[in-house]
């Protein structure tokens, strides 16, 4: 079973390796990257540059995030689609009869992790027109948030073998991995684990914990909240964008989470000391003491 996983998300390589001035021919192992089409009702509304493996789950999650679908019975099927020239890289999403489809506005949006080109503010205020803000009592201490990265990085067999795959994983309020998902896109990554806990009928998310592997994107907090996710952590940089949406959007908002450091940009009082002090950070500083500066690190 896990080599069938690993020949499904990674391909060998030969290589010219150079060491010490030294040159030497090896294996390597990189990161599978195909197209996925997904088809609604026959007609093609997306297509994503993912790594092959759990396209149920990705295909679901769009369009979750997308408002496509919100209950389980929207949703019919989700098939191969034989009629496609490339069958294995085409999906045919079967919806239930009364589901409305507005075609002409539905399309695939990457955001840039740098300059999305957007207005934030009327970004922000149209999705929240569909998923209002999370109201979560969700408080979890700082050491169970400080152990995720590590639980992450274990459960990872392909960017171990790799080391070119983004990761996104869910995570209950005791720290326990409840499903992890790896892909050349981290938007996908989080596709593929919302679409998870659709299928298996676990949503709202509202009492677990996200984690993303690299940057947080404006885009990773928006699909959160279609998933009612109240805790966002990523192990490098979030965008301003980002910040900006998980205070609007009544999120919490970790950055550069990394052993026992972390940044937190939004919703501080949802993080506490520990799992027995429930006494919420009302009044988090804005900028750290002066002479002194937040925790960075490089961002992948």
Request: aromatic share 4%; glycine share 8%; proline share 5%.
């Amino acid at each position: 079973m896990k080599s069938a996983q690993r020949n499904a998300t990674s391909s060998a390589t030969k290589i010219v390796h150079w060491k010490d001035g030294q040159a030497s021919l090896l294996t390597d192992h990189v990161a599978r990257e195909e197209p996925l089409e997904i088809r609604v009702r026959g007609r093609s509304v997306a297509v994503t540059m993912r790594t092959p493996g759990h396209d149920r789950e990705l295909a679901a999650g769009f369009l979750v995030t997308e408002r496509i679908i919100h209950r389980g019975k929207d949703l019919i099927e989700i098939a191969t689609c034989r009629a496609s020239q490339e069958p294995d890289n085409t999906l045919d999403i079967f919806l239930a009869p009364g589901v409305v489809v507005d075609f002409a506005a539905l399309t695939r949006h990457v955001f840039a992790s740098s300059s999305c080109g957007l207005c934030g503010k009327a970004s922000i205020e149209s999705v929240k027109q569909h998923f209002p803000a999370v109201d979560s009592k969700l408080v979890v201490s700082a050491k169970i948030l400080a152990r995720l990265p590590d639980r992450m990085r274990r459960a990872q067999p392909t960017f171990a073998q790799t080391g070119g795959l983004h990761a996104a994983a869910v995570f209950d309020a005791q720290g326990k991995l409840i499903v992890l998902r790896e892909d050349v896109g981290r938007h996908n990554a989080v596709d593929k684990v919302l679409g998870w806990a659709f299928l298996e009928n676990h949503f709202p998310l509202d009492a677990h914990i996200l984690l993303v592997s690299g940057r947080a994107s404006f885009e990773i907090l928006q699909k959160s909240l279609a998933a009612r996710i109240p805790i966002i952590c990523a192990v490098s940089a979030p965008s301003s964008l980002a910040v900006e949406f998980a205070r609007a959007s009544g999120q919490s908002l970790v950055g550069f989470l990394r052993g026992a450091t972390m940044n937190v940009y939004a919703g501080a009082e949802r993080i506490v000391r520990s799992s027995a002090s429930r006494r919420a950070v009302t009044n988090p500083p804005s900028a750290p003491p002066e002479g002194g500066t937040p925790n960075r690190g490089k961002s992948r």
